[in-house]
């Protein structure tokens, strides 16, 4: 199993640019998560799925967008980057409410 | 003040030492999980817990429900348990909180 895999690795924006980040799990897991972390600041939750096709705001869902249209694929956009958009975005997944997280590798991602 | 609290934020011990990384938190939650952050940045899922005490290999963990404290705590450390540890508290089904880390480097 390639458990959580991301895609990009390392991507560079200019600002009003849009892109989208591509987060695959090959573990049948239901629910998935988008994190952003920051330097002196703890991972924070964007967005995240608790199946197919549904999704749900996190913590800072602002100028961002998600979609879960296949079980194992779960993509996040920026429509419009911004520099405070700048970080390393995480994707994570796991089997249940009660299991733990699988982390992909990370997308550094700079925003000019 | 953060939700999670990590101490110390930084730590520096010698190859064998005894570890120590404490993690409070100030809200209720439904487990406490630690996760290891290695210096490529990729990150680890060590423990799952909501009381009581676990172990893997070196690596013990312990929550005190009451007290609203939980430990990570390193036998015998190595240089490869250098990494940045977190310790993260579920709200619900799906919120985790994290702290900001702890810095752990073990010299040789």
């Known amino acids: 199993n390639a458990g959580v895999t991301q895609t990009p690795k390392f991507r560079v924006l200019k600002t009003g640019q849009s892109m989208t980040l591509l987060c695959a799990q090959d573990m049948n897991h239901e629910y998935m998560y988008w994190y952003r972390q920051d330097p002196g600041m703890g991972l924070r939750l964007i967005h995240y799925s608790v199946g197919e096709g549904t999704t749900a705001k996190g913590e800072v869902p602002d100028g961002y967008n998600v979609s879960r249209l296949k079980k194992q694929n779960f993509l996040l956009g920026l429509e419009s980057a911004a520099p405070s958009q700048t970080s390393v975005y995480f994707c994570a997944s796991r089997m249940g409410s009660n299991n733990e997280q699988f982390f992909g590798p990370g997308t550094r991602l700079t925003v000019l | 003040k953060n939700e999670v609290e990590q101490s110390p934020q930084n730590l520096t011990a010698q190859e064998g030492e005894f570890i120590t990384i404490n993690c409070s938190y100030s809200?209720?939650?439904?487990?406490l999980h630690w996760l290891q952050q290695h210096p490529g940045g990729g990150i680890v899922s060590l423990f799952m817990l909501s009381s009581g005490k676990k172990k893997h290999g070196r690596l013990i963990a312990t929550i005190n429900i009451q007290e609203k404290h939980s430990s990570l705590h390193i036998t015998a450390s190595h240089p490869r348990d250098s990494a940045v540890y977190i310790c993260?508290?579920?709200?619900?089904?799906?919120?985790?909180?994290f702290g900001q880390g702890t810095r752990l480097t073990i010299n040789p």
């Open positions: 809200v209720g939650i439904s487990a």
């Open positions: 993260a508290a579920r709200q619900g089904a799906q919120k985790l909180v």
